[in-house]
């Protein structure tokens, strides 16, 4: 079950306004053009904001989600009708050979539990081609990005044709030895009204990556500081073994 950040119709139609600047994906198709991939496998493609800038460069895409709030908004945008969608998760995809699959964003951090994660990845696995390519990025643990979410530090305001003036917030309920959970705040000015949608994301360290893309078939062969975060997140590259 998607959080109601993603699931809501209304919340999915203010996720691009209330972050618009998503330059950090050209750095994904640029590594991805880098490692020679033209099919992509998009897990958690949420609103279609890198499926759609993937095919109108010609790449095959294929982006699956669970949320189908935001699977409507993807599917509005220009170039959808390139892109082959799918409501669910990677354990419902079809047989795939792709060149390239990957997660971006938090979604590699929401699979909080670690049945579920390598179940993720070995569907992952299953539909890459042999010594096809994983991507995918995760918070750096020590940076504590955490003790940033909340309103002075993370205010997002937009304001949206038919709905006016909103503004959003994230606060941390909860802070465990690997989990952090946190409530996103939405504020309507035109009625006063407010939504929320709780989250959970797990903190995992390069070690656990690497033990966890083992057993699901992959060798982990590049961490790289993401350019536009450096010190904040790392982005990992692994490929399926034969």
């Known amino acids: 079950m998607a959080d109601a950040l993603f699931e809501d119709p209304l919340l999915a139609t203010l996720y691009d306004l209330l972050d618009p600047d998503r330059s950090d994906l050209e750095v994904y198709a640029d590594l991805f ?3 020679g991939a033209t099919s992509v496998l998009d897990v958690g493609c949420g609103t279609g904001c ?34 082959r969608w799918i409501h669910g998760c990677a354990q419902d995809l079809p047989p795939l050979q792709v060149d ?5 964003g938090n979604v590699a951090q929401v699979f909080v539990d670690d049945v579920e994660w390598l179940a993720t990845l070995r569907s992952i696995h299953s539909a890459l081609r042999p010594l096809g390519h994983l991507v995918f990025e995760s918070r750096v ?8 979410w909340n309103r002075t530090d993370a205010l997002a305001v ?20 690997a989990t952090v959970t946190f409530t996103t ?3 309507f000015y035109r009625d006063g009204s407010t939504m929320t949608s709780e989250s959970t994301l797990r903190f995992r ?16 062969v590049d961490v790289r500081d993401a350019p536009d975060r450096p010190g904040r997140e790392n982005v990992f590259i692994a490929v399926r073994r034969r």
């Open 33 to 35: 053009e880098e490692l």
């Open 50 to 83: 890198l499926a759609t800038l993937l095919s109108s460069r010609g790449v095959s895409v294929v982006a699956v989600d669970p949320a189908a709030a935001s699977l409507t908004v993807a599917q509005a945008k220009p170039g959808a009708p390139l892109v």
């Open 100 to 104: 390239l699959a990957t997660m971006t």
């Open 141 to 148: 643990p020590e940076d504590r990005s955490w003790l940033r």
């Open 158 to 177: 937009a304001d949206v044709p038919g709905v006016g003036i909103v503004e959003s917030w994230p606060d941390v309920t909860e802070v465990s030895s």
């Open 185 to 187: 705040t939405f504020q």
């Open 205 to 220: 360290t390069i070690a656990e990556m690497t033990s966890t893309l083992g057993e699901a078939g992959f060798e982990l």
